[in-house]
């Protein structure tokens, strides 16, 4: 055998016997034409890893395994754990075997064909392609003007992401590594992604609809996924309780002197001028007090998530 790669295509599922048949078809035809072209290794697998789902799912993986061993794999999950550790379970167990992993949902809504676009750029030497769609035509207005207005918020927070991604993409094997070093529970991958570095590109794809079964992420799931993914990545928000303390503290300082001066000029009621100063003193004493406190607990905060501190690419050194 040549020197070639082997690819692991993660597919994480959740209830989705609707989609599994059909999905398996699809990945089989595109990593046999693969194959056929001698991009990838005969070792090459697609790997379902399902997420605790109570219907037919995990039957229909173990189906396809038994049947075609050499084109699937599956891992099943003691319970449901939501997307992101799902997938996060088969990139750690595929990362064993494979040089290169792309990860997929099982409804087909990303285009299977930029599979090969990511291969390509796998080759050219890039260790994390990004799927970005190429436009959102499929979508309802709403889910568009929620999830465009969600990326740029990120990039308001500072956080680093990657426009119109969602997690279908390619990672290296080392770059797989360097994931294994954050040790986050919040898993917010598409976050963290874009922290481990190496040499990225993106790839467009046109995102389709989904096209049998239900999506398993309703608003109220989009919406705790969005406020995770805030909160994982970015302190701004306490920040803001600091400067907003600060301001409340100037105005509280001015207010007092309106009403010294009110009082001077003899146009208040009794205890008008005590009521007022200490109103605003106290008040912006304690915004201030709580943006401090703020401060050490987002320090604390990114300290608890143990993050590495550094991935090192290559070290050039001779020692004789
Ligand atoms: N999924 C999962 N666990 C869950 C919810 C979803 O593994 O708890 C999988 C699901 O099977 C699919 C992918 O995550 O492969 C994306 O879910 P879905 O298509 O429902 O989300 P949408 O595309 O509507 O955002
Ligand atoms: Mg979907």
Redo the contacts with the bound molecule.
């Keep these: 055998m040549k020197d070639e790669k082997t690819l692991y295509i993660v597919?994480?599922?959740?209830?989705?016997e609707a989609v599994l048949p059909e999905t398996a078809k699809r990945l089989k035809k595109k990593l046999q034409a693969l194959l056929e072209k001698g991009k990838i290794s005969d070792k090459s697998r697609v790997m379902f890893?399902n997420?605790g789902s109570k219907d037919r799912t995990w039957e229909i993986i173990s189906q396809l395994h038994e049947e075609e061993p050499q084109v699937f794999s599956g891992v099943n999950l003691a319970r449901?754990r939501?997307?992101q550790n799902?997938?996060l379970a088969g990139l750690m167990t595929a990362v064993n075997h494979a040089d290169m992993v792309i990860s997929m949902?099982?409804?087909l809504?990303d285009d299977v064909d930029a599979v090969d676009a990511m291969v390509e750029a796998y080759h050219k030497g890039y260790d994390v392609v990004y799927g970005v769609r190429s436009s959102r035509k499929t979508d309802t207005f709403f889910k568009r003007f929620t999830a465009e207005g969600f990326y740029k918020l990120m990039k308001a927070l500072g956080v680093d992401i990657v426009f119109n991604h969602?997690d279908y993409r390619l990672m290296s094997k080392r770059a797989l590594e360097g994931l294994a070093e954050f040790g986050e529970v919040n898993l917010f991958l598409r976050g963290i992604v874009p922290q481990i570095g190496y040499p990225w590109t993106t790839v467009e794809y046109e995102r389709h609809e989904?096209f049998a079964g239900?999506?398993?992420?309703p608003l109220k799931k989009m919406l705790a996924f969005a406020f995770d993914g805030i909160t994982s990545f970015s302190i701004k928000p306490m920040r803001l309780i600091l400067l907003l303390g600060v301001v409340v503290f100037a105005v509280s300082i001015l207010m007092l002197l309106y009403a010294l001066i009110s009082k001077l000029s003899g146009s208040t009621t009794a205890g008008w001028t005590s009521m007022m100063g200490s109103i605003w003193l106290i008040g912006g004493i304690q915004l201030l007090s709580l943006g401090v406190i703020g401060e050490y607990i987002g320090k604390i905060y990114s300290e608890t998530k143990r993050r590495p501190r550094f991935i090192i690419e290559r070290v050039l050194n001779k020692t004789e």
Aim: net charge negative; glycine share 4%; hydrophobic share 25%.
């Design positions: 597919v994480p599922c959740y209830k989705e890893v997420d449901n939501g997307h799902a997938l949902d099982a409804d809504q969602a989904r239900e999506s398993k992420y």
